[in-house]
């Protein structure tokens, strides 16, 4: 893509304030949404699914405008984008780039797989110690059993 | 948190799991101290459970305390349809303490965050049940005189048997101790318990058979190893002659090996080894009575 093609297409979809979330893979595109309750948000958001990527074979990215999160926040998709990059956006300019990294608790968010577990027999938040980052495994703090990422299904 | 729950054996540390070894002596010693007098406990047995909670009760009968409850989940509110939640709340107001006994796992440690007063876990199904760790330790403790340079056996269910997954990381806290593994392909040690040991450089041995060692043993957990745990019933039929400890292989032990089993009994220690000076798991299960009462004792402050 010539120089000149690559900035018509970024001034299409540009925003002038706030985060782009890029690298989301298009499968995890709604619950990504849910988790950061963008359903919710009454500011501007367009998105994309199913896009070219180099690290992706389909991926999704989001834009919401005149939003910006804490890492807290922003660190709880990591469980099903991990390689989600964000750009900040002020003036259409992009003034800050973080990744997400996989948080050492996960509070809600994730089922526990275990059907035994109290957690899937009464409305209890899942509780969950980050065993393994990459891939993700977690420690239920009640059954204390390991949820893989393979296991792993979003609440 | 504050409260003196025990949830999960590691929940106490090594420290507390020692002081509840010195506090069972001294109950063993004299069980009818009467430190629960005027104090009320609260006995719920989600499901069935003959010798957890007769030992419990008896603990705290010798301890003069009163006992509410239930036994089973069917004479309980729960066939209304109450929550875990709402009896927890509601009954840690009547009572000092709760011992509780449930086949969701998890739900022990849940209890101990709704409840107001110390949460005893007498069960939570597969997950944990350290008050038989607790005992067990007890146990090795009077067999043996001490917890290092001991060569623990665990033989039989490995995989799914949570009293020697427990009794592994307790005694994982102890000088050079060495485990030797003897199960079935099917029941072998679930490798995240493996990898704990590797990392703390503990050493352990597997083994399909344990005749021919059985002479290095210090202690012979025995558990039982169950048909349904079996995908293949022909898998099950070759190996359950394999995992019976017979009297006739006790020949050439050593003189303190002391042969342990959390019961109930089915096949997997003959009869015939019960009248055998080593076999130790009636003694055992009364080391029940003076260990509960100790850790009664200890998440009530009592001593």
Same mark, same amino acid.
């Given at each position: 893509?010539?120089?000149?093609?690559?900035?018509?297409?970024?001034?299409?979809?540009a925003i002038?304030?706030?985060?782009?979330?890029d690298?989301?893979?298009?499968?995890?595109?709604?619950?990504?949404?849910?988790?950061?309750?963008?359903?919710?948000?009454?500011?501007?958001?367009?998105?994309?699914?199913?896009?070219?990527s180099?690290?992706?074979?389909n991926?999704a990215i989001?834009?919401?405008?005149?939003q910006f999160?804490?890492?807290?926040?922003?660190?709880?998709?990591?469980?099903?984008a991990?390689?989600?990059?964000?750009?900040?956006?002020?003036?259409?300019?992009?003034?800050?780039k973080?990744?997400?990294?996989?948080?050492?608790?996960?509070?809600?968010?994730v089922?526990?797989?275990?059907p035994?577990?109290?957690?899937?027999a009464?409305?209890?938040?899942?509780?969950?110690?980050?065993?393994?980052?990459?891939?993700i495994?977690?420690?239920?703090?009640?059954c204390?059993?390991i949820?893989s990422?393979?296991?792993?299904v979003?609440? | 948190?504050?409260?003196?729950?025990?949830?999960?054996?590691m $929940?106490y540390?090594?420290?507390e799991?020692l002081?509840?070894? $010195?506090?069972?002596? $001294?109950?063993e010693?004299?069980p009818?101290?009467?430190?629960l007098?005027?104090? %009320?406990?609260?006995?719920?047995?989600?499901e069935p459970s003959t010798?957890?909670?007769?030992?419990?009760?008896?603990?705290?009968? &010798?301890?003069g305390?009163?006992?509410v409850? @239930?036994?089973?989940a069917g004479?309980?509110s729960?066939?209304?349809?109450?929550?875990l939640h709402?009896t927890? &709340?509601m009954v840690?107001?009547?009572?000092?303490?709760i %011992?509780?006994?449930?086949?969701l796992?998890?739900?022990?440690?849940?209890?101990?965050?709704?409840?107001?007063?110390?949460?005893i876990n007498?069960g939570?199904?597969?997950?944990?049940?350290?008050?038989?760790t607790?005992?067990?330790?007890y146990?090795i403790?009077k067999?043996?005189n001490?917890?290092?340079?001991?060569?623990? @056996?665990?033989v039989?269910?490995? &995989?799914y048997?949570?009293t020697?997954?427990?009794?592994?990381?307790?005694?994982?806290?102890?000088?050079?101790?060495i485990?030797? @593994?003897?199960?079935?392909?099917?029941l072998l040690?679930?490798?995240?318990?493996?990898?704990?040991l590797?990392?703390k450089?503990?050493?352990f041995?597997?083994?399909?058979? @344990?005749?021919?060692?059985?002479s290095?043993?210090d202690?012979?957990?025995?558990?039982?190893?169950?048909?349904?745990?079996?995908?293949?019933?022909?898998?099950?039929e070759?190996?359950?002659?394999?995992?019976?400890? &017979?009297?006739?292989?006790?020949?050439?032990?050593?003189?303190?090996m002391?042969?342990?089993?959390?019961?109930?009994?089915?096949?997997?220690?003959?009869?015939?080894?019960d009248k055998?000076?080593?076999?130790?798991?009636?003694?055992?299960?009364?080391?029940?009575?003076?260990?509960?009462?100790?850790?009664?004792?200890?998440?009530?402050n009592?001593?």
């Amino acid at each position: 893509m010539s120089e000149h093609k690559k900035k018509l297409k970024l001034k299409v979809s540009a925003i002038s304030e706030g985060t782009v979330i890029d690298h989301i893979p298009s499968e995890n595109l709604f619950d990504v949404i849910s988790i950061l309750e963008l359903d919710k948000t009454p500011n501007m958001i367009t998105f994309g699914a199913n896009l070219d990527s180099d690290k992706l074979v389909n991926k999704a990215i989001i834009k919401v405008s005149n939003q910006f999160f804490e890492n807290d926040d922003i660190n709880k998709i990591a469980l099903i984008a991990p390689h989600a990059k964000l750009n900040i956006i002020k003036d259409y300019e992009v003034i800050e780039k973080k990744v997400v990294e996989v948080p050492s608790q996960v509070i809600g968010i994730v089922k526990c797989f275990n059907p035994k577990c109290i957690t899937n027999a009464e409305p209890i938040t899942t509780s969950f110690k980050v065993t393994s980052k990459e891939p993700i495994a977690l420690k239920c703090m009640y059954c204390e059993k390991i949820t893989s990422e393979s296991q792993m299904v979003i609440k | 948190m504050n409260k003196k729950d025990l949830i999960s054996i590691m $929940d106490y540390s090594k420290e507390e799991h020692l002081r509840i070894m $010195d506090l069972a002596a $001294d109950f063993e010693k004299n069980p009818n101290q009467k430190l629960l007098e005027g104090k %009320v406990v609260a006995s719920l047995f989600f499901e069935p459970s003959t010798r957890t909670r007769l030992s419990f009760e008896t603990a705290i009968n &010798r301890m003069g305390g009163r006992i509410v409850g @239930f036994s089973d989940a069917g004479s309980s509110s729960v066939t209304k349809g109450e929550t875990l939640h709402d009896t927890i &709340r509601m009954v840690s107001q009547y009572a000092d303490l709760i %011992v509780m006994r449930h086949p969701l796992e998890g739900s022990a440690r849940y209890a101990a965050e709704v409840s107001s007063v110390p949460v005893i876990n007498a069960g939570d199904g597969a997950n944990q049940h350290p008050t038989q760790t607790l005992l067990d330790m007890y146990s090795i403790l009077k067999t043996q005189n001490t917890f290092d340079d001991l060569n623990i @056996f665990m033989v039989g269910d490995l &995989r799914y048997g949570r009293t020697v997954h427990s009794l592994l990381m307790a005694m994982s806290q102890f000088e050079n101790p060495i485990f030797n @593994f003897i199960a079935p392909e099917e029941l072998l040690m679930p490798e995240e318990y493996k990898i704990y040991l590797r990392e703390k450089g503990i050493r352990f041995f597997e083994h399909l058979e @344990f005749t021919d060692i059985i002479s290095e043993a210090d202690i012979v957990y025995m558990t039982r190893v169950q048909k349904e745990r079996f995908s293949d019933p022909m898998e099950y039929e070759e190996v359950k002659n394999v995992y019976i400890l &017979r009297n006739s292989m006790l020949e050439n032990t050593k003189p303190n090996m002391r042969i342990l089993h959390p019961l109930p009994r089915v096949n997997e220690i003959a009869t015939d080894v019960d009248k055998n000076e080593k076999a130790y798991y009636f003694q055992q299960a009364l080391n029940g009575v003076f260990t509960r009462e100790a850790i009664i004792a200890h998440a009530l402050n009592l001593k």
